[in-house]
């Protein structure tokens, strides 16, 4: 797992190296909700998402390898919040994580529930 470092603005862009792709990530507030867009190289994998708290952001099969969340880290797992941007980076925290990651990840939240 691979925390991508944010800011508290409303509107930022990052490049980053995710399992070996070169990614854009820009991640901006619309009337008080947060959105992301993501490309990989030039293309672009996903434009106007809404970010939900411990969700994968990327959907499958749309060019990018591994997975993408935000989550909430002053509420449990079922308790997570919408993030707000004046929280990015300290409250809500984003990390990549492999596709054997993220399993492992489900099946641990699934072991507790």
């Known amino acids: 797992m691979q925390k991508i470092p944010l800011l508290a603005l409303p509107n930022q862009q990052l490049n ?43 959907p499958a099969g749309r060019g990018f390898t591994g997975q993408i969340m935000v989550i909430d880290m002053e509420r449990l797992p079922e308790e997570q919040e919408p993030p707000e941007y004046s929280g990015l980076g300290s409250r809500w925290e984003m990390f990549f994580l492999t596709d054997d990651e993220a399993a492992d990840l489900t099946a641990r939240l699934e072991s507790l529930a």
């Open 16 to 58: 980053a190296v995710l399992g070996e792709q070169n990614v854009t990530i820009a991640i901006y507030d619309r009337a008080g909700f947060c959105y992301i867009d993501l490309a990989v190289g030039q293309d672009y994998v996903v434009r106007g998402r809404l970010v939900n708290p411990a969700e994968n952001l990327i």
